[in-house]
């Protein structure tokens, strides 16, 4: 019969309601054939006859079902979709799916060619991947559910067991490294089997299924291998390899996590074990520069192996700021690293270079926990840079305290910038002194005789003190004082008085940190210059007090010794005043020196020390030659004394570069004694805003004011907020005492 013989039949069925019979005879017929065709291909034995015969077959029923469609096309139409029926099209594949697919001699034979051929795939083999394609085409077009059931289903489960096994292996015969190249080429290849024979669906739960076995489960050990994880990885510089472990983790939803745990070990472990290291611990600078050789280089490890990822920066700085702070010197010492840069590192230097290392200590400022604390040794050493004028870059200071200031705040440089400002106001105040002294001797040079005769006393005095004896001799001092001004320390002008050329720096009581005030007596033509410019200061600032801190001084005097050698020498004002005793004795004892000095026990057995114990500086000869100053022994002028150095500078004996023990516990006793005032005000501050608030609240907000400088403990704060309801600041509420209501 023709096709429109065919059609017409179907068309007068359906017309004449004989739609149901042609509809189930098309259902029976159909069924019929199909189980005919399913015996048909269960005789095929050899996997791949049977899958080529499967796909023969399939394609056979659909090209039939196709011109089936086509013929009863009006039944399609017209009576398939009223009655809830399945189109012919449809029909023909549920029918495929129920009598061949879902035949238990076929539908297993058939997971098991797809299985197969995967496995074999995986293991290197050749294989027949259009047929695979087509056998996977032929379930999906029957319908979604049938793939995924059929076979998605079991592949994910096989993929699952073969890379569990493939994990097994590889973790026993390879290290790390290979180990992450074999899962990265297996991903890749997964992905490829995908797109070749595969539904694209399925990519992501394969990929996803092979990361699991591969990179998940064995994360933990995998990244743990002693010799080979990720710690060894880092502490070896393998960048390269590094990156792989991130660019794999990556992939994971929690992936990175067990990364981020790994570095954050390895970095916090690295750091523990450099801060306790006992060489470092004795030497600041070596300490400071191996935290920042060690920030360097983990630095450049999460740029260039963690793509600079924000989690690991974080991770890093959580490391550093617990290490940095188990060593409680690391204030101390990152002060005193700027100390030496400060001094003389930063000579020669350009402006980046120097740039770089004022960026290098703010880096480790950063992570520091009581910023309070670096501020305290901070001052201490400025004050000896300033004063000493051992500052080898005025920019460079003032560029540190402006990176101070924006990390922290006005208030936590304000004294610092005090000191700095001393400097610069004594400096001027030195520039009106000597002009003083300028006027007066024009004064005294107008006088008919009597300014003659004053003149030549006052050359009698100079040459007094400047030749009395060929040992030591008077030639310039510096002292410090400590009042309400400040300024810094350089020679100017020949201006002086009684030959002695004196520089004073004012300091401002409450800015500079707490020095010592140990007294001397001065000889008396220096005397005579402080008293002087006592006079001229307080003339010129009413309602000030000055007090001469003669311990924060310097000197320069000239020696003569026995061969004729002249050398001059820079020591402190306790040096000078007892060098100047041998001017009119040969010998001393250690009480003579005391008793005509008026010196401290502990100051001027140092300033012995450093006189007659200190190679090439050993101006006076010490009897018993012992490293300890005992009452009892004798002190000479070292006739003989040589220098290859025209100007030699005398140092002040010091037990160690770092605090004592002693002096740390009087600084933590300074600096909390400082914290006390600051957690009053804040807590005033946010009562005052808030009106009211528990004590939590209260807690939570005082942190987070002085988190810049300090985190209070929550004990202080509740110490102190009940000292405030005492003083009646504050008070509790009447009806709920866990409130604290701000009294105006």
């Not at 079902?65 to 009006?74: A, F, Q």
């Not at 034979?109 to 027949?128: C, P, Q, S, Y």
């Not at 059931?149 to 292996?169: M, V």
Request: charged share 30%; glycine share 4%; with cysteine.
């Amino acid at each position: 019969m023709s096709f429109e013989e065919l059609y017409r039949n179907g068309y007068n069925m359906v017309l004449h309601r004989h739609g149901k019979r042609l509809y189930d005879g098309l259902i029976e017929v159909t069924k019929e054939h199909l189980q005919t065709v399913s015996e048909q291909i269960k005789k095929k034995t050899d996997p791949n006859l049977f899958a080529k015969h499967l796909e023969l077959k399939w394609n056979e029923h659909a090209k039939s079902m196709s011109m089936i469609r086509d013929i009863l096309m009006y039944m399609d139409r017209i009576y398939c979709p009223p009655n809830g029926l399945e189109s012919v099209y449809d029909l023909g594949l549920s029918s495929w799916r129920d009598c061949v697919l879902r035949d238990s001699g076929i539908n297993q034979r058939m997971i098991n060619f797809l299985l197969d051929t995967i496995d074999a795939e995986r293991k290197g083999e050749r294989v027949d991947t259009n047929l695979a394609k087509d056998v996977v085409h032929m379930t999906s077009d029957v319908g979604e559910d049938v793939y995924v059931s059929d076979l998605e289903t079991h592949i994910l489960k096989k993929t699952g067991e073969f890379y569990a096994n493939e994990s097994e292996t590889l973790l026993a015969s390879c290290d790390c490294y290979e180990y992450l190249q074999m899962a990265a080429l297996r991903l890749a290849e997964e992905s490829t089997r995908v797109r070749a024979y595969l539904r694209n669906r399925t990519e992501s739960y394969l990929v996803r299924k092979c990361e699991s076995e591969l990179l998940e489960k064995p994360a933990e050990v995998l990244l743990g291998l002693p010799n080979s994880g990720l710690k060894s990885m880092l502490s070896n510089s393998r960048s390269d390899q590094a990156a792989l472990v991130y660019t794999l983790y990556k992939r994971l939803d929690r992936g990175l996590q067990f990364v981020k745990r790994t570095f954050s070990s390895y970095a916090l472990d690295t750091g523990t074990k450099l801060v306790s290291d006992a060489e470092l611990k004795n030497d600041p600078v070596a300490f400071v520069e191996a935290l920042l050789k060690l920030k360097q280089n983990l630095d450049k490890t999460v740029v260039e192996s963690f793509a600079n990822d924000r989690t690991f920066q974080n991770a890093l700085h959580a490391a550093f700021e617990k290490f940095v702070n188990l060593n409680n010197r690391s204030y101390e010492f990152i002060s005193l690293y700027m100390d030496h840069k400060l001094r003389k590192g930063l000579k020669g230097c350009s402006d980046d270079e120097v740039e770089d290392v004022l960026n290098g200590a703010m880096s480790l400022f950063r992570f520091l926990s009581e910023k309070d604390v670096f501020e305290k040794y901070y001052k201490i050493h400025l004050s000896k840079r300033l004063l000493f004028n051992r500052s080898s870059s005025d920019n460079a200071e003032k560029l540190f305290v402006v990176k101070l200031k924006t990390e922290c705040g006005y208030q936590y440089t304000s004294k610092i910038e005090g000191m700095m400002n001393d400097v610069r106001v004594s400096k001027d105040g030195m520039r009106l002194f000597r002009k003083h002294l300028a006027n007066v001797e024009r004064r005294n040079r107008a006088v008919d005789s009597g300014g003659d005769r004053q003149m030549s006393d006052i050359a009698d005095i100079n040459d007094t003190t400047t030749q009395a004896t060929n040992h030591t001799t008077h030639s310039a001092g510096e002292s410090v004082m400590d009042t309400g001004s400040s300024a810094y320390q350089k020679r100017e002008s020949n201006a002086n008085l009684h030959g002695v050329d004196l520089n004073v720096t004012v300091l401002t009581t409450g800015s500079w940190p707490v020095v010592s005030a140990a007294q001397s007596v001065l000889p008396q033509v220096l005397q005579q210059n402080c008293d002087a410019y006592s006079s001229h200061y307080l003339s010129n600032h009413t309602g000030r007090k000055l007090s001469w801190l003669t311990s924060m001084g310097t000197a320069e005097l000239r020696g003569v010794f026995g061969n004729g050698v002249k050398r001059d020498f820079v020591v402190s004002t306790h040096q000078m005043v007892v060098l100047l005793l041998f001017n009119d004795a040969e010998c001393l004892s250690y009480s003579e020196i005391k008793q005509a000095t008026g010196i401290e026990a502990y100051d001027l057995k140092r300033s012995l020390q450093s006189l007659s114990l200190v190679k090439g500086r050993n101006v006076l000869r010490k009897d018993p030659l012992t490293k300890e100053v005992n009452d009892a022994d004798q002190f000479t002028f070292n006739s003989q004394f040589t220098s290859k150095l025209l100007k030699v500078k005398i140092g002040t004996v010091q037990a160690t570069v770092k605090e004592t023990d002693a002096e740390q516990k009087n600084t933590r006793i300074v600096i909390e004694n400082d914290r006390k005032p600051q957690i009053e005000a804040a807590v005033v501050r946010v009562m005052k805003s808030r009106k009211v608030l528990d004590n939590n609240g209260v807690i939570t907000e005082v942190t987070k004011q002085l988190s810049n400088r300090f985190t209070p403990t929550p004990s202080d704060i509740k110490k102190h907020l009940e000292n405030l309801i005492e003083r009646e600041f504050i008070e509790r509420d009447r009806n709920d005492r866990k409130l604290f209501v701000y009294l105006a």
